[in-house]
């Protein structure tokens, strides 16, 4: 890192907190993806709700990805990039009907979650539809992070595949598309792997399949120790097991892939300043800084585990503190006893592996506004969104 991209230098001239994003490393993990998997065709979708920064965007997307999305906000950023509508999957859930018809005038691809969107998209005149299904189990880091099996709200269950080719029948439309979406953040492929068989078996009673995508949730090492995921085991796998389903199904159908943590995660780091140390009678230390779960919510909400760095005084002596936030919740907490070099005030931290899910999920909770991101592309560093002021927040009321 030059020293115009270093922390100190970066906070100085942009504030804190500041969120800053890697594009070589952005770069590298789709690269890795794209080598892992020599099934061909192949398409990659990158799923941009875990982190829609255009810039960061942009650089997948030069990777040759598409954009998975799943709002008619990723729709028409992913048509500003300047995706062709063709590589980007709208995977709806709970959709209305006029979100429905901005994306056919789009001309996405829709991914039905449910057999009544199916039905519309269907009546409103629309000849091809892609479906999610249920493949009745899930994965993840954490249970609200799990996207497949009987408590979720997402896909046609596996076992209304009969109805999904009733209203193919009766409609005309074509299912082109078969999806799944186990879950985000594992780090063993097994319950993938399961799943995979039950998609395939699903896709080969569905007769007019252009593509079969298996989803993301590929998951990355927060925590020390953890052991990477085997992603070439994985992409060895699934390209074999691919396949033999094309053979059994009689033609080539496209693979598709749709990463999006395993991409940006890494990539990414918040960087806030400590602005308080303060001791309980009981010896606990509570070391607090000038950000909080409105500009990192993951703790909060998965408690999930990241690694955090005193960038100031690395190798002051070590000290069992809880690192918290500037929101008036009890739960603004970004690490609880965590033996971590002493801090002082003016200290500068840092977040790691905060590039998924981290601004993404941002808020203006307790009316603070929204950080700075700056990416750093070789020896380019620039601004990708600047700091929100109070004025600019506060102007989105009608006075």
Not at 218 to 240: C, K, N, V
Not at 348 to 362: R, V
Not at 375 to 385: E, H, K, L, S, Y
């Amino acid at each position: 890192m030059t020293s115009a991209a270093s922390p100190a230098s970066l906070i100085e001239l942009h504030g804190s907190p500041l969120y800053v994003y890697d594009l070589a490393l952005v770069r590298a993990r789709a690269q890795q993806v794209r080598a892992a998997i020599s099934w061909q065709p192949f398409q990659p979708l990158y799923a941009i709700k875990a982190n829609p920064c255009p810039a960061v965007a942009a650089a997948i997307v030069g990777e040759g990805y598409g954009i998975d999305a799943v709002s008619p906000g990723e729709v028409a950023l992913a048509l500003r990039l300047g995706v062709r509508p063709d590589l980007v999957l709208y995977t709806e859930n709970n959709m209305t009907d006029a979100e429905q018809a901005l994306a056919i005038a789009q001309g996405v691809l829709i991914n039905c979650g449910s057999l009544d969107r199916l039905e519309r998209l269907a009546r409103s005149g629309a000849k091809q539809a892609c479906v999610r299904f249920n493949p009745e189990f899930g994965d993840g880091a954490h249970e609200k992070i799990c996207t497949a099996g009987p408590l979720t709200k997402f896909g046609v269950h596996q076992s209304l595949l009969g109805e999904v080719r009733r209203i193919e029948r009766e409609t005309g439309i074509q299912v082109v598309g078969c999806h799944m979406h186990i879950g985000s953040g594992f780090l063993d492929a097994t319950a993938f792997s399961k799943s995979c068989e039950v998609i395939f078996a699903i896709a080969a009673q569905l007769p007019h399949l252009q593509f079969v995508d298996v989803g993301g949730g590929i998951g990355i090492p927060y925590r020390e120790g953890q052991a990477a995921f085997d992603l070439a085991t994985m992409g060895a796998t699934l390209s074999a097991s691919f396949a033999a389903f094309c053979h059994r199904y009689g033609r080539a159908l496209e693979l598709r892939v749709e990463p999006g943590r395993f991409l940006v995660a890494e990539a990414g780091t918040l960087y806030t300043t400590v602005t308080s140390v303060k001791s309980n009678p009981d010896g606990r230390v509570f070391v607090g800084c000038d950000t909080g779960f409105n500009h990192l919510v993951r703790v909060a909400m998965y408690d999930a585990y990241h690694r955090i760095s005193n960038l100031t005084r690395p190798h002051a002596p070590s000290q069992v503190v809880d690192v918290v936030g500037n929101i008036c919740e009890s739960g603004d907490v970004f690490a609880r006893q965590r033996a971590l070099p002493t801090a002082q005030p003016g200290d500068q931290l840092a977040l790691h592996d905060t590039g998924a899910y981290g601004m993404a999920m941002a808020s203006t909770y307790n009316t603070r506004p929204l950080p700075a991101e700056i990416v750093i592309d070789g020896p380019t560093v620039r601004v990708a969104r600047r700091r929100q002021t109070v004025d600019e927040l506060l102007a989105q009321y009608v006075w």
